[in-house]
């Protein structure tokens, strides 16, 4: 009877180890977290770290806020989720809706647009990048081609990013003949959802003027954009 209950014991014990293990925690004092094995450990030099995926990120003993080994399950996806590094150049592409809000002239706006946006940016620091942005608009009868610098700022950098931005540009018409652009503008913020340290999914809600001239009638107007897309 020990021997069974032994037996059994030691086959739960076997059970309850299965799928867990241990991996290497690096938090940063910016709120990012990173996961994988440690290659050199924290001294005064700073800690080497190798996520699952093979990347190797090197952060000075300033950076980091302490570093830990936890048990993990081999089947948690979120241990292989980590935060868009934020380094370097960078580029958005998000499509996006704009509902017409206030008015034009003295009536009300009711004309909406689709659109097609990519900004090609550059990271100056993790918090703040600096871009070109280019665009296809359809708005009914007539398109625009927006042509803007972009700002954005990262108050923090984790799995779940908040985000804000800035643009102005210039809403060109040259797909159509009549049609005149003019100046844009645009402010807003969202959030960064991070895939890996080259991928994210972004989401935000703003608000955009834009100018421009059908002919004779002046249509400038304040528009209400909502954006989804991709960041590598």
């Known amino acids: 009877?020990?021997?069974?209950?032994?037996t059994l014991l030691m086959v739960l014990s076997g059970l309850a180890a299965f799928g867990q293990d241990k991996i290497d925690v690096v938090y940063l004092k910016d709120g990012r977290v990173i996961k994988g094995s440690i290659i050199k450990p924290?001294?005064?030099?700073?800690?080497?770290?190798?996520?699952?995926?093979?990347?190797?990120?090197t952060f000075s003993a300033a950076e980091v806020s302490r570093v830990t080994r936890e048990e993990i399950q081999h089947d948690n996806l979120r241990n292989k989720v980590f935060v868009h590094d934020g380094k370097g150049f960078t580029n958005i592409t998000t499509l996006g809706y704009g509902f017409g809000i206030g008015s034009v002239g003295d009536a009300n706006n009711e004309e909406d647009y689709f659109a097609l946006h990519t900004v090609n940016g550059?990271?100056?620091?993790?918090?703040?990048?600096?871009?070109?942005?280019l665009g296809v608009e359809g708005y009914g009868d007539y398109e625009?081609?927006?042509?803007?610098?972009?700002?954005?700022?990262?108050?923090?950098?984790?799995?779940?990013?908040?985000?804000?931005?800035?643009?102005?540009?210039?809403?060109?018409?040259?797909?159509?003949?009549?049609?005149?652009?003019?100046?844009?503008?645009?402010?807003g913020g969202g959030i960064q959802r991070s895939v890996n340290p080259n991928l994210a999914l972004v989401a935000s809600i703003g608000y955009r003027y834009q100018e421009n001239t059908t002919g004779?009638?002046?249509?400038?107007?304040?528009?209400?954009?909502?954006?989804?897309?991709?960041k590598f």
């Open 1 to 6: 009877m020990k021997t069974i209950l032994l």
């Open 42 to 57: 924290l001294d005064a030099n700073g800690v080497q770290i190798m996520t699952t995926e093979s990347d190797v990120y």
């Open 122 to 133: 550059f990271h100056i620091n993790r918090m703040i990048s600096l871009g070109l942005g």
């Open 144 to 187: 625009l081609i927006p042509l803007y610098a972009d700002i954005r700022v990262y108050p923090s950098l984790t799995e779940w990013a908040p985000f804000f931005y800035g643009n102005l540009g210039y809403g060109l018409g040259v797909l159509e003949k009549d049609v005149d652009g003019g100046l844009m503008a645009g402010l």
């Open 216 to 230: 004779t009638t002046d249509l400038n107007a304040s528009y209400l954009q909502l954006s989804v897309g991709v």
